[in-house]
Structure formats: structure tokens, C-alpha cells
């Protein structure tokens, strides 16, 4: 459903090793994973959020992988909350 919905579009929010805005899907756990990886982009259905993870961290719940960033992952290390992120499919 999330690639369906492409283009996604928020506001940044941060969470230690995490970049993440809400979107307004209802989706639950599909191919969940409780550890990211490096690059991982996931939607967290708990927070109902896209999150972009900038090292292998464990959510504080299960996450479904979407995608993962390959190419200048550390600027999203520089995004100050509030920053308006767009997801699109390459």
C-alpha cells in the first residue's frame, strides 16, 4: 500500500538514529521486522510514520521495510525537525 501511495510527503520528526514523519494510512504489520538496517526506509504502524533509519537500531516496535536509501544516507544525519521529507519511488 505504501508504494502504491507514493508520493509521501511530512514533516520531520527525530528519534536518535531516525528520521520519521506521520502519514495518514491505516496499515498494520506486513512482512514486519523488529531490527532496521543502515538506509532502511519502513513504515512503523505503531506511529503510523515513514522512518528512515541512519544506522541498525531495534524500534521500540516492528516496522515493515519499504525500501532502503544506497546514496547519501548521511544527509538526513543533517535534517532539523520540522524539515518537510518527501518519499518518491526512483
Request: charged share 25%; glycine share 8%; hydrophobic share 40%.
Amino acid at each position: 500500500m505504501i508504494v502504491r501511495k507514493l508520493p509521501l510527503e511530512g514533516r520531520a520528526s527525530l528519534h536518535q538514529n531516525e528520521v520519521f514523519f506521520e502519514v495518514a494510512l491505516p496499515i498494520g504489520e506486513e512482512k514486519a521486522k523488529t531490527i532496521s538496517d543502515k538506509g532502511m526506509i519502513a513504515y512503523w504502524p505503531m506511529g503510523k510514520a515513514v522512518c528512515v533509519f541512519l544506522d541498525k537500531v531495534r524500534p521500540y516496535s516492528a516496522i515493515n521495510p519499504v525500501g532502503r536509501i544506497t546514496e547519501n544516507l548521511s544527509i538526513f544525519g543533517q535534517v532539523k525537525s520540522g524539515t518537510k521529507i518527501r518519499v518518491e519511488r526512483a
